[in-house]
């Protein structure tokens, strides 16, 4: 993939380079890179992509930066070797970073997310399935899936396939892993984003065999060979939920960013299994419980997403 300079420089200030977070400057939030940015913009260059021979005097007097935040831009913006040798070996696994500045960078996530939709991303796999609609399976590992919700998730995932909907999962063993199983099984679509250990994720072979065949799409906001956070998962559902349509909360720990998504209303469907006792204060702030569902309920309560993503389309075309 081409980039324009604006991309690269975008990659330098915001990527990590190595999974231990081993760097001579910290790169900067997506926070720090808008206040930059916006700097920037309305400095003589118009754009980061011009600061990238720019000495740290320069920096300071142009985008009007304390000498502390010069340098620590300065230092990142001159990492282009370290960038080039990380991207190669990046590109030897089929993973490739994708930027705001990229014409694949999906629409939907700067609509939903405005100034919190990440600069810069990774991703294997067929980006086009992102223009499709999409429901998203949400679980955390590590709670016992009962029979009932195995059978729920096969309803869920069956009949969205049917419909047309691709499948979002966070990539987490339980309930993610049972609905990217169900997808291969049916020929679906399936997106998995991540919240860490992208470069073993892509090793799994159904997962490997989605992405070859063109129905699978792995994405991660945090370095191939990072593990996975708490704090990465936060991260990670801010956009799963900003791609999806609807989504389906079978469990949670309560610690990552369902009810965050409620309250900006990044998904207009979040939906909470109802017999899940900590599924109950996302419940309680405005999700919609949600218990056994047949094929007849859900093309029922599916009609509310094509509406919603009818108005927005709308919406937007007016602009």
Same mark, same amino acid.
């Given at each position: ?21 081993? !760097? ?9 890179f ?5 700097? *920037? ?26 000498? !502390? !935040? ?26 490739? %970073? ?16 405005? *100034? ?9 796999g067929?980006?086009?399935?992102l223009?499709?609609? *999409? %429901? ?9 899936t ?10 869920? %995932? ?13 990539? !987490? ?17 399936l997106v998995n ?13 159904? &997962? ?9 799409? %792995? ?14 998962? &936060? ?8 791609? *999806? ?23 207009? +469907?979040i939906?909470? +299994? ?8 996302? &419940? ?20 509310? +997403? ?14």
């Amino acid at each position: 993939m081409g980039h324009t300079d604006d991309a690269y420089a975008a990659m330098l200030l915001t990527m990590a380079l190595s999974p231990n977070k081993e !760097e001579y400057a910290r790169p900067l939030s997506t926070a720090e890179f808008r206040r930059f940015e916006a700097a *920037a913009r309305e400095s003589q260059f118009h754009g980061i992509g011009k600061l990238m021979d720019m000495d740290i005097s320069g920096l300071m007097i142009y985008l009007n930066l304390t000498e !502390e !935040e010069a340098y620590r831009a300065f230092t990142l913006l001159h990492r282009g070797v370290q960038l080039s040798y990380a991207l190669e070996g990046f590109a030897a696994q089929g993973i490739e %970073v994708v930027t705001q500045y990229d014409g694949d960078y999906p629409d939907r996530l700067r609509r939903k997310l405005g *100034a919190g939709a990440p600069p810069a991303f990774y991703r294997c796999g067929n980006m086009a399935l992102l223009d499709r609609p *999409a %429901v998203a399976i949400v679980g955390i590992s590590g709670v016992r899936t009962t029979p009932q919700i195995r059978a729920a998730i096969e309803t869920l %995932v069956r009949g969205a396939v049917a419909q047309g909907y691709g499948i979002l999962t966070g990539g !987490e063993p339980g309930v993610s892993h049972m609905a990217a199983q169900l997808v291969a099984e049916l020929g679906g679509s399936l997106v998995n984003i991540l919240g860490g250990g992208m470069r073993e994720h892509l090793a799994d072979d159904g &997962i490997a065999l989605l992405v070859a065949g063109g129905n699978g799409l %792995v994405l991660s906001l945090e370095h191939p060979d990072a593990m996975f956070t708490v704090s990465h998962a &936060i991260a990670r559902n801010r956009v799963l939920f900003a791609l *999806a349509d609807a989504a389906f909360v079978f469990n949670t720990d309560g610690r990552r960013g369902e009810q965050e998504a409620l309250q900006s209303r990044t998904c207009d +469907w979040i939906y909470a +299994w109802e017999d899940f006792p900590a599924n109950q204060p996302l &419940i309680a702030r405005g999700a919609t419980p949600f218990g056994p569902l047949n094929e007849e309920e859900l093309r029922k309560i599916s009609r509310h +997403w094509v509406s919603s993503r009818s108005q927005q389309m709308n919406m937007f075309d007016l602009l």
